[in-house]
């Protein structure tokens, strides 16, 4: 299987095993790589339906290699085991599959550049992920095992990945994917799931790119679910605008963030 993959497809092997220093590449055509990669397709198939035990087991294992063989046969246009690879990775835990697909796409010293179909590809699943149920707090969990809790204390990590947070994957409409992840994050800062501050600020980078590209989306989606709960409390002045002290801090919190991000923008 790995040596009918593509050069740059996948984690070199070499780095894999303290054995193997070097390997070469199958030097067959394509369609002989692709007949190749169909026998492990069909074999990694059959193994995953051996038993639970069995395919937890390869799956732990061999995540990163059974994506790079279902995903390198899409390229070559083999539809054969399209429906089955969408089953394999669905009885993949979230988070291992996030932590897998990010290990698939991180660029390694002295490897071959990734191909970009395969980056494209992966970066598909990925926002398939994000959108899904429960979809940021998996991608914030994966963040969290790869890099312990330095995740949450990393400035400028947070900054950088709220702010790739504001891409819109190519299927989805911006407001839609807007409104997607603005109401995972507030979600996320009510069940007080991950650090508050460390989310606060994650959430701060986000909004404040959202308010440069679509200041409608802005004003709907993290504007109005912010302050018009509070407008409406506070006008009424009645007994019955009563918030639990976790969610007022953590409204207070976000509010905070957000406007010191825009003063430091300005």
Request: net charge negative; hydrophobic share 45%.
């Amino acid at each position: 299987m790995i040596s009918s993959l593509l050069q740059g497809v996948g984690v070199p092997l070499q780095l894999r095993s303290q054995i193997i220093k070097s390997w070469e590449q199958c030097a067959g055509d394509l369609e002989f790589r692709k007949s190749q990669l169909t026998n492990a397709a069909q074999c990694i198939v059959s193994l995953l339906g051996c038993n639970d035990a069995v395919r937890a087991e390869i799956l732990r294992k061999y995540c990163s290699d059974i994506i790079c063989t279902f995903e390198q046969l899409r390229f070559f246009e083999c539809a054969d085991f399209n429906a089955a690879q969408d089953d394999i990775l669905s009885a993949v835990p979230p988070q291992l599959l996030v932590i897998t697909l990010l290990g698939l796409v991180k660029q390694r010293t002295g490897a071959d550049p990734i191909p970009q179909w395969f980056s494209l590809a992966v970066g598909s699943r990925l926002s398939a992920i994000l959108v899904g149920n429960n979809g940021l707090e998996v991608n914030l969990s994966s963040f969290e095992e790869i890099n312990g809790d330095q995740f949450w204390q990393n400035t400028h990590l947070l900054s950088v990945f709220g702010r790739q947070l504001t891409l819109p994957p190519r299927n989805i409409k911006r407001m839609l994917y807007y409104k997607n992840i603005t109401n995972q994050f507030l979600l996320l800062i009510r069940n007080e799931k991950f650090p508050l501050e460390g989310l606060a600020q994650l959430f701060a980078s986000f909004a404040d790119v959202v308010r440069e590209k679509d200041a409608l989306a802005f004003s709907l989606f993290i504007e109005d679910p912010l302050f018009k709960p509070w407008e409406a409390g506070f006008a009424q002045r009645t007994e019955s605008f009563v918030v639990s002290v976790s969610l007022d801090f953590a409204l207070l919190v976000e509010v905070v963030e957000l406007r010191q991000n825009r003063r430091t923008a300005a």
